[in-house]
């Protein structure tokens, strides 16, 4: 073999080694390119567990039926009529429809109309709706007197409590009220007492069952006779 010959060969090998290197180079590279595409799939992972808190958040905010969560039990523990208020906003109010009225419960007794001093009556509320349902605030109290007049009675200072009620579960409301004693206090004797509860339009008719006189206070700034909040004893 001349010596040019050989010369050209041990070129040919030099480049030979050339290619291969940079061919063992380009594939190091693209493994490298490879683990820079891990966080997509960890952000793609971060986002499907971020739409899955999202789709329960929601599932249990609707109460509607999925996968259980943290806000679905808060739902369950107040649709239970724990009372904590927690998930109150996803049961439904309570409606005049849904419920029924009547004197009497806790918190209120059988007034004495005979004393010049302030008596306590209750009205209770049932839910007959069949679903749970929250109430709270103030209902309207209006007194129909026998002489034609009418009293829509003020509030007092207590701070309404929200509550749920199961079916068939109730709760009540308290009316202060100031008999009218003397022969010349200016009275109303109630005949009708128009009962609406919170946030609702239509209302109950109750008969007034204890005779007896009110002090007509209707003008004043602070009467002797106001309704209290419902779920306040």
């Known amino acids: 073999m001349s010596h040019r010959t050989a010369l050209r060969r ?9 290619i291969t ?8 590279c693209n493994g490298t390119g490879g683990s820079t595409a891990a966080p997509a799939a960890s952000a793609a992972a971060d986002n499907g567990a ?11 905010g609707s109460g509607s039926a999925g996968t259980p969560s943290a806000k679905a039990g808060d ?25 029924q009225a009547g004197w009497g ?10 004393t010049d001093q302030q008596q306590t009556v209750a009205v209770w509320l049932k839910n007959i709706s069949g679903s749970p349902c929250r109430i709270s605030g103030f209902p ?7 002489e034609g007049t009418t009293w829509d009675l003020r509030r007092s200072g207590q701070a309404p409590q929200p509550k749920v009620l199961k079916p068939n579960a ?12 003397r022969a010349d206090d200016h009275k109303v004797e109630p005949g009708l007492v128009l009962i609406t509860p919170p946030n609702e339009k239509k209302h ?30």
């Open 10 to 18: 041990g070129r040919t090998v030099a480049v030979a080694g050339l």
């Open 21 to 28: 290197a940079a061919a063992f180079g380009l594939t190091a």
């Open 50 to 60: 971020g739409n899955s808190t999202g789709s329960g958040g929601t599932t249990g």
């Open 75 to 99: 739902g369950a523990a107040a649709a239970a009529g724990d009372g904590s208020g927690r998930g109150g906003d996803q049961v439904a109010r309570c409606t005049t429809d849904g419920m």
């Open 105 to 114: 419960a806790e918190g209120g007794g059988v007034p004495d109309m005979k």
């Open 140 to 146: 309207g109290v209006q007194i129909k007197g026998t």
């Open 170 to 181: 109730h709760t009540s409301f308290t009316i202060t009220l100031l008999p009218g004693t």
């Open 204 to 233: 109950f008719q109750l008969q007034w069952p204890y005779g007896g006189a009110i002090l007509d206070q209707s003008g004043a700034t602070h009467p002797g006779t106001f309704v209290n909040p419902v779920n306040v004893p």
